[in-house]
């Protein structure tokens, strides 16, 4: 393809417009007061007990997911990639299965459980284990930990399997061929070894973690971060206490992006691994008994806020009761019919259709500039759409509303162009990343071949450049969709009229409801959990292992 | 001559699911031996060598390391080392931290450390890259870093798992004389695996040909060029021409042999339990023309090998051979010519089907 300039200014004002202004903008917001610089707004930010409170809340809370996730996740992947047993393929899948829906839905299920009068305490009662029940949830905190660490530890299991995959398993045999013991092997081989993806895995851990918005309201739980900005969105023009929070957020992640990077640049190895062909150990008898009841175990306990989500849909009624007493289909045939329903769908619907449109035109044009041209700067444009990946959505939400409100893209009238514009670039990275990946292994002799023969532009592209991206696009398109359908920060932040609702909205508001509101979104959430996971599914089939790419930093 | 026995492996079995890769091996290695497994790829060779090293542990049969029964015993207790394919270089250490690694993890003082790492660097001609990454070291280099790393613990033998495998071919050659060199030097036991025969002929000291998990003739390179037992291990090293024949009559040693090129004498020392039989020569086993084992052909093309000059002759019936003559003789030959030659009774090789 010629250069063409008009898509290129294109592609740069796109990522100036969602990205550039509204950072710029929180930044600008935390640190001018009145035109002059100052650092008093980062001060009375952090003086204030509350906010203080939160902060160091938020840090906790990320610190332990990490370490949760880290207990189950890495396990898990030595287990995947060392051991035979049958259906692993099967296996490794099912094990992805947690991260097919936002935490916050599985909120309503596990409140179901672990409520004061939920399933676990009435279990326990039955069994005589306690008199009176426990209240697991307490404040709301460890509900969240729970939720995010099941929901999590697949990020932490992907990517410590990559690790476990980029070197070859000779080295660990070359340890133990020169008489080390396993521990010598672990602390001395397979530790460095694995540190940068673990460091790297952790950091986007952590910040999904301080960020999660859809959990901690759920949870009514408000003394962290991310609530916190959720506050601050209705004195966002008076008030600048939550840019100060968001710049915080900001700085971390930036922070801990650039350590990320600067580390696994400089201690990334990889041998290269011979396929191997044999994985030998391949547990016996009551070992490989042991196995199974442990991965399932795992799988089970990760599955319980889908699995209450998908019986509190369908319950009639479920009180002082371990499982439902009576079912119904009633709240799946409401969902078709309530107003508000039907309206979140046909918007989230709208809003996705759209936005995976734009990455799909976008994505594939950045990811061809950067495999193929040769311009200055072109580092800019690489980092810029990669950042989304890193950036997380309540800092894009935060900053649209900021920068846009009073404007005439003002949310409060139509959301509908920001929230458009937020779903896409929050996904633009997944198509950038597999077309950059397929072109760079086209030839570029293979493009000109085809002019040389006399093709032009669109033949060219049509018959050499498509058939080899399409894939990857088709597999990255389908993800960026599921995304945007069960989005969260930006939804919940960007759309304030009832009219523009989007799903994951309609959930949370439906969940607040007393009757029959909870039983509707379970329902809802069920569905859309559906989706999700057909398409994670389908993607997977298309990139098999590669699919942890998409999970990474740098 | 080599006398004493350190290393003995009685028929060995392995099956990797329901798969058979091994087949009732058996062999012994004697000291200060360089004795090569040499087989095409796929055959089992590579699983034998990572069980006589421990990572992989036979169903049957067993191991005995200088009268040791080590077939049970964990790599890391067995003192044999093992040099890998692709090196299995430590990426986040320096060369010297990978060359220095076993003595540390047997507790060796700082000092001996030091001074036996700065003798291996010398043996392996690695001075003065002993503080780079493995990373920043060429392919050659790190073989030899490989190398060091197994030598310096001095265990009992040392195995090599195609060592050669990833290095172009130009630098082969000369790491081939480096490895005999070391050899040499250090008078190691060595078992080396590889599917290359040329490395085998010139290295070895005794071959083991494998075939399809089963070991199918064990001796010396010259041994085993001139006597091979079947057809496979004289098609696997060097090269050999294959007519099919029948056996119409036998005097003794002598056999008479009917194919379709016309009736050949073979003089083979050993039983034949078949009629149908593959008569077989080697390229430079022909002489000029006698009375007996004659063919005749047209030139249809030639190679030019230096010292060699490889004919390739068509047959009216449709055989192609190659033979190979002195190169000085080359005015001799054209391309189309007419060519007559024989091959001596006692070089002729028969081999049932």
């Known amino acids: 393809m010629k250069k063409n300039y008009f898509f290129f200014i294109l592609v740069v004002s796109f990522l100036f417009f969602s990205l550039v202004y509204p950072i710029s903008y929180i930044i600008f917001q935390s640190f001018f007061h009145n035109g002059r610089f100052t650092f008093d707004i980062l001060k009375i930010t952090i003086d204030n007990y509350v906010i203080r409170k939160s902060i160091l809340n938020s840090f906790l809370l990320g610190i332990i997911v990490v370490i949760t996730t880290s207990i189950i996740g890495i396990p898990l992947a030595f287990i995947f990639d060392r051991l035979n047993f049958r259906g692993k393929t099967f296996l490794r899948i099912l094990f992805l299965l947690p991260m097919i829906s936002s935490p916050f839905v599985g909120g309503i299920g596990i409140k179901q459980i672990l409520s004061r009068f939920g399933s676990l305490n009435i279990l326990l009662i039955k069994l005589g284990i306690i008199k009176n029940p426990i209240s697991f949830i307490g404040s709301g905190f460890l509900g969240i930990v729970i939720l995010q660490t099941l929901h999590l530890y697949p990020l932490m299991f992907l990517n410590i399997s990559a690790c476990l995959n980029s070197f070859d398993i000779s080295v660990e045999e070359a340890s133990y061929n020169l008489g080390a013991k396993w521990y010598h092997t672990f602390f001395k081989i397979i530790f460095p070894l694995i540190l940068p993806g673990y460091f790297s895995a952790s950091s986007i851990i952590f910040i999904w973690s301080i960020t999660d918005l859809g959990t901690p309201l759920i949870f009514e739980y408000n003394d962290l971060i991310s609530v916190r900005i959720f506050n601050a969105i209705k004195d966002i023009n008076t008030n600048p206490t939550g840019y100060a929070l968001v710049f915080i957020i900001l700085f971390i992640t930036i922070l801990l992006f650039i350590f990320t990077k600067k580390y696994i640049e400089k201690k990334q190895y990889t041998t290269g691994r011979t396929p191997v062909l044999f994985i030998e150990k391949k547990p016996t008898g009551f070992k490989s008994y042991l196995l199974y009841f442990i991965l399932l175990l795992i799988l089970f306990v990760s599955l319980i806020p889908h699995i209450t989500l998908f019986l509190y849909s369908i319950s009639k009624k479920w009180f002082f009761s371990i499982l439902p007493e009576e079912f119904t289909t009633e709240y799946y045939k409401t969902v078709f019919t309530h107003r508000l329903v039907k309206t979140g769908i046909s918007n989230s619907l709208i809003y996705s259709c759209l936005s995976t449109l734009i990455d799909i035109f976008l994505g594939f044009y950045i990811g061809y500039i950067l495999a193929r041209w040769k311009i200055k700067g072109k580092t800019i444009i690489d980092t810029l759409s990669m950042l989304p990946l890193l950036i997380p959505g309540i800092i894009i939400a935060f900053g649209y509303l900021g920068t846009f409100s009073n404007t005439i893209l003002d949310p409060m009238k139509n959301p509908l162009f920001l929230i458009i514009l937020s779903y896409s670039l929050r996904r633009l990275p997944y198509i950038v990343r597999t077309t950059y990946s397929s072109l760079l292994q086209l030839d570029k002799s293979l493009e000109e071949a085809s002019y040389s023969l006399g093709a032009d532009t669109l033949t060219t592209f049509k018959k050499i450049l498509f058939p080899v991206v399409s894939p990857g696009i088709f597999a990255g398109g389908i993800l960026s969709f599921s995304f945007a359908l069960m989005e969260v920060s930006c939804s919940l932040i960007l759309a304030i009229r009832e009219k523009f609702y989007p799903i994951s909205k309609v959930i949370y508001t439906l969940a607040g409801r007393v009757t029959d509101g909870p039983n509707t979104a379970c329902a809802l959430g069920v569905i859309g959990m559906f989706i999700t996971g057909i398409s994670l599914f389908i993607s997977i089939k298309i990139f098999s292992k590669k699919i942890g790419d998409f999970f990474r930093i740098g | ?353």
């Open chain 2, 1 to 353: 001559m080599m006398e004493k026995e350190i290393l003995r492996v009685e028929n060995i079995y392995k099956k990797f699911d329901e798969k058979e890769v091994l087949k009732n091996i058996s062999f012994i290695v004697y000291e200060n031996d360089f004795f090569f497994i040499l087989g095409p790829s796929g055959c089992g060779k590579t699983t034998l060598l990572r069980i006589i090293a421990g990572f992989t542990f036979p169903d049957r049969g067993r191991i005995i390391l200088n009268k040791r029964d080590i077939t049970n015993v964990p790599p890391n207790k067995r003192e044999i080392g093992f040099v890998f394919q692709n090196y299995a270089l430590w990426p986040h250490m320096k060369v010297k931290d990978n060359i220095a690694y076993g003595l540390k993890i047997k507790k060796y003082s700082e000092d001996s450390i030091k001074k036996k790492v700065e003798e291996i660097l010398n043996i392996t001609k690695l001075k003065g890259i002993e503080n780079l990454y493995p990373n920043q070291i060429s392919g050659g280099q790190q073989q030899r870093v490989a190398l060091a790393r197994s030598l310096i613990v001095n265990p009992l033998i040392l195995l090599l798992d195609e060592p050669l495998s990833n290095i172009d071919a130009k630098l082969r050659e000369e790491l081939r004389n480096e490895l005999k060199r070391i050899y040499k030097e250090t008078g190691k036991t060595m078992i080396y695996v590889t599917h290359d025969q040329k490395e085998a002929m010139t290295l070895a000291k005794t071959i083991a040909v494998m075939k399809e998990k089963e070991i199918v003739q064990i001796g010396s390179p010259y041994e085993i060029y001139t006597y091979p037992k079947n057809l496979f291990v004289a098609s696997f090293i060097g090269e050999i021409n294959v007519l099919k024949g029948k056996i119409i009559e036998r005097n003794r040693d002598i056999f008479k042999i009917e194919t379709n090129e016309g009736i050949f004498f073979v003089q083979v020392g050993r039983e034949m339990n078949s009629e149908d039989i593959f008569l077989c020569f080697r390229p430079e086993s022909v002489i000029k023309e006698e009375k007996i084992n004659i063919i005749k052909g047209k030139i249809k093309d030639y190679e030019f090998l230096g010292e060699f000059l490889k004919l390739v002759i068509f047959t009216e019936k449709g055989n192609l051979f190659k033979i190979s003559i002195r190169a000085e003789e080359i005015e001799n030959y054209k391309k189309g010519d007419n060519i007559v030659f024989s091959i001596k009774k006692e070089k002729l090789m028969l081999f049932e089907e």
